[in-house]
């Protein structure tokens, strides 16, 4: 598919929406958003006003005459439903995490976009952080030796009001975990590989607005011996280590201070750490648009394609398994990277 820009919509102008308002600043000459969706038709003329869009509409069906691709930014039990009536309209789909609720649902939507040569697409938008895409370099050359253990926390106070959505663990499609730590999980899995075996630790005190847990705490260890953890809370009410990661390599360590956009190296013989890098504060998900935009043009295979996001999905889920069992979560044997090494072509 040759086109000079991707003709992008985007379903769902609620409060997700705004943190991709900036992205688009940054990534004119592959996007331009056309039109805007959402039940309560202010909001979709509001994101519309802010992005430029000519059309705001309360249905997203009546977007698919102007656009080439959707963005779909919506509670996750409407995921499925939404994604697939956009496929079946012919569009690139690109989701916001989780990419759906249920294992069957992922591979409804994984089956149809594949024989129809259609972009489906996650948006884990912390892949494509030039900090995060920094630290996946560093483990790959081996720049400070092996990697043993990576931590990663994310500290942060959502309280949702009475009658939201993301209360209910059946619409949310679980607690903290399923719906924030998702991301955290396809890090590790992208960082470190196969996981062999994990736990995971749950509650919802402290957060008892969750139905499910809003504070949750994970371990995994992976095919080489490395492990890998994430603490992810939604009750913070302070927090030091906010958004960070530590990775520790067999030459020193290296620290990820995502709040502060700064990239430390740490070593005991040196007083004071070294900066790697230092980048601009926000998601940066500018990156994740644009590479969504450059596999619509090119057919390339998404960098978090249906199949490895529906991996990280199944690591959760055997861990929420284990955990109700009071057992280790065998993890062995839920890759799906091979059938994803293909391109849409």
Not at 162 to 189: I, M, N, P, T
């Amino acid at each position: 598919m040759t086109m000079d820009k991707i003709r992008l919509g985007i379903v769902g102008c609620g409060g997700m929406t705004e943190t991709h308002e900036k992205a688009f600043e940054f990534v004119p000459d592959n996007v331009v958003v056309t039109g805007t969706a959402d039940v309560i038709l202010e909001r979709a003329q509001k994101a519309a006003e802010i992005l430029g869009a000519e059309i705001a509409v309360s249905d997203y069906h009546d977007l698919f005459k102007y656009v080439d691709a959707v963005m779909l930014v919506l509670p996750h039990h409407l995921h499925f439903e939404a994604g697939m009536e956009c496929l079946k309209a012919g569009k690139h789909v690109l989701m916001e995490k989780p990419l759906c609720n249920t294992e069957e649902q992922c591979l409804d939507l994984i089956k149809y976009a594949e024989e129809q040569k259609l972009v489906l697409m996650t948006a884990y938008c912390m892949r494509y952080h030039p900090m995060v895409v920094e630290l996946k370099s560093i483990i790959d050359e081996k720049r400070y030796g092996d990697v043993f253990q990576i931590s990663i926390w994310t500290e942060q106070f959502t309280k949702y009001p009475e009658g939201h959505w993301s209360r209910s663990a059946e619409k949310l499609g679980g607690g903290q975990l399923f719906s924030h730590g998702c991301h955290y999980v396809d890090l590790l899995l992208w960082f470190l590989g196969n996981p062999v075996r994990g736990t995971h630790m749950g509650t919802n005190f402290g957060t008892p607005w969750m139905e499910k847990e809003g504070t949750s705490n994970l371990t995994m260890e992976f095919e080489n011996g490395a492990l890998g953890y994430h603490f992810g809370t939604w009750g913070a009410r302070g927090s030091k280590l906010k958004y960070s990661i530590h990775m520790h390599c067999t030459e020193g360590m290296v620290d990820a201070n995502i709040s502060e956009g700064k990239l430390y190296f740490h070593k005991w013989e040196t007083e004071q750490p070294q900066l790697l890098m230092e980048y601009a504060l926000g998601k940066h998900t500018q990156h994740e648009i644009s590479h969504f935009a450059d596999c619509i043009r090119t057919g390339s295979k998404p960098l978090t394609d249906g199949y490895s996001s529906l991996q990280g999905l199944r690591v959760i889920w055997k861990l929420y398994e284990a955990e109700k069992n009071n057992v280790v979560a065998d993890l062995r044997g839920l890759g799906l990277d091979e059938k994803s090494k293909t391109s849409i072509k």
